[in-house]
């Protein structure tokens, strides 16, 4: 059986109680497979008139992936994206040498007040494409595969598992699926991805008969297939994929190296890396 490390994050205040729990990057463990940044957001029920309002801001070197169980986001972004994700639906946002984008409660959720929960996460790309086109996907919840085994539902979100892909397309072995399991239900897991770690969002998910505590990341050490069981309705994330190797992580900038997140900030500093059309403000270059 693999080894666990399992890690607990921390939580962030956003203002207004919105609260966002940062398990990676934690100094315990930098990345999982691909996967180099995760923040689980909410819940958190906002009332009509109230909601999040992300500015415009850059982003180089990396993907993003939004994930939602509650709510909905607007996404716009320089390369001319206008994009609302509700639940079930995949958002993927391709940095590569920049882009620039925002993220809002969109008008009708605004007016009526909403509950948002859900996953945002940054994948880090291969030298070789870090450097590409930015770009931007969205599949709708109808297109994202759905396995039914015996009380468990598993929704490929990206990458493959469990013999199924997701449509999206990603420049690295990736593992990425929301699982809600019945109490009683079990699933296996096989070691075909290089590196793996589930997070469930409540309590009762057991790892070859060890109970994991629930909003917290736990992250498989070595190789070899392993069991899930629920003693009680839950959710979960199992996420992971190829190693891509160290990254230097500032801000919103991911890379290889620190020049090159010196460039990214002369060129935010300077406003090159792009603007969102019909949005005049944004998030302006952290001091520190």
């Not at 990425?176 to 998910?205: C, I, Q, T, W």
């Not at 010196?262 to 998030?283: C, H, M, N």
């Amino acid at each position: 059986m693999p080894g666990v490390l399992s890690i607990a994050g921390r939580d962030h205040d956003l203002g207004g109680g919105f609260v966002v729990r940062r398990l990676l990057p934690h100094a315990k463990r930098r990345s999982v497979g691909p996967f180099v940044f995760l923040d689980h957001m909410g819940s958190h029920g906002f009332p009509p008139g109230q909601g999040i309002d992300v500015r415009p801001h850059p982003h180089i070197g990396l993907s993003t992936l939004t994930w939602l169980w509650d709510g909905a986001l607007m996404h716009r972004d320089s390369v001319g994206s206008v994009q609302a994700i509700r639940p079930g639906d995949v958002n993927w946002m391709t940095a590569g040498r920049g882009i620039v984008h925002s993220e809002r409660t969109p008008d009708a959720e605004r007016a009526s007040g909403q509950r948002v929960e859900g996953l945002q996460t940054w994948l880090a790309m291969p030298e070789s494409e870090a450097e590409a086109a930015p770009s931007f996907q969205h599949v709708p919840a109808a297109d994202v595969p759905i396995l039914h085994r015996d009380g468990v539902d598993i929704a490929i979100v990206a990458g493959h598992a469990f013999g199924q892909r997701s449509p999206v397309r990603t420049c690295v072995d990736t593992l990425y699926a929301s699982v809600r399991f019945a109490p009683g239900a079990f699933l296996d897991l096989d070691d075909e991805h290089e590196e793996r770690a589930v997070y469930p969002l409540e309590d009762g998910l057991v790892l070859d008969g060890e109970p994991l505590a629930a909003r917290q990341l736990h992250v498989l050490s070595g190789r070899g297939d392993v069991r899930f069981a629920s003693t009680a309705p839950l959710r979960a994330m199992l996420l992971g994929g190829t190693s891509l190797g160290p990254r230097v992580l500032w801000w919103n900038f991911v890379a290889t190296t620190r020049e090159r997140i010196e460039q990214a900030k002369v060129d935010w500093a300077a406003q090159t890396l792009g603007t969102v059309p019909g949005e005049s403000e944004f998030i302006p270059l952290p001091e520190r």
